[in-house]
């Protein structure tokens, strides 16, 4: 009977956070929109939390969990004693490509995605054969030639992702990013459009991280590949918000 009880307050706890979590992504949302709108300037102060936790009807550790999230995106800042400020502006292009209401998912995805493929690219630089490493490399020419003629390249992108999967030579990191495809492929979709609107460096920027990733496989640099795919993951999530 004890044992019920604990499943019963554990099961209760677990949804509970899985609605807090809900509820803070949605705040997260709608003050990631007040700054993509122009309601808060760079350099504004965002209403205190007493304000804000009104205006959206939540308690307040779940907005402190939305703000926290803003200050990881390098969106605001806090000063101690004065409140959060905005940083920067994302660019309104972002929601060209992914409206308000998917931003949050496509965060988590990118959190997925640094720490399966971060782990599947040690591995790969242990286990990858030549076999591998030709796949590696076609999907790199390809990416090149994307870049080349200004073209998205997703498909290419995804390709490359897969083989680092792949050289890995474990099918359950395979199947664990299978399982995420569609959330991936969305941002891939946007990270590389935003990307497209930039100069061209910043697609060689992207480029080359790949090419990072790649040299420390084929050196068998375990260590060396994982930090450098979990370097390329974060960036790729940071550049969704850059902007003014």
Request: proline share 2%.
């Amino acid at each position: 009977m004890a044992t019920g009880k604990r499943q019963v307050r554990e099961k209760s706890a677990s949804d509970r956070q899985i609605r807090d979590r809900t509820l803070s992504d949605k705040v997260y949302e709608s003050i990631l929109a007040k700054i993509m709108d122009g309601d808060i300037p760079v350099g504004g102060k965002l209403p205190t939390e007493q304000m804000l936790s009104d205006e959206f009807g939540v308690s307040r550790p779940i907005l402190r969990q939305a703000l926290k999230q803003l200050r990881e995106d390098d969106v605001v800042v806090s000063r101690q004693g004065s409140g959060s400020y905005v940083k920067r502006r994302p660019e309104g292009a972002v929601l060209d490509f992914a409206p308000v209401g998917s931003i949050a998912d496509i965060q988590r995805t990118f959190e997925f995605r640094a720490a399966v493929e971060g782990e599947a690219a040690f591995l790969a630089a242990e286990r990858r054969t030549d076999a591998d490493l030709k796949e590696l490399q076609d999907s790199l020419t390809e990416l090149d030639r994307c870049i080349a003629e200004g073209e998205l390249g997703v498909a290419a992108d995804e390709i490359f992702h897969v083989a680092v999967c792949n050289a890995a030579d474990n099918k359950y990191f395979v199947a664990a990013r299978s399982s995420m495809k569609s959330n991936i492929l969305t941002g891939m979709n946007l990270t590389r459009n935003l990307s497209l609107t930039k100069p061209q460096d910043r697609m060689k920027l992207v480029q080359s991280e790949h090419y990072d990733i790649f040299n420390a496989i084929e050196a068998r640099d375990r260590e060396g590949a994982r930090q450098a795919m979990r370097d390329h993951v974060e960036n790729a999530r940071k550049r969704i918000f850059e902007g003014g």
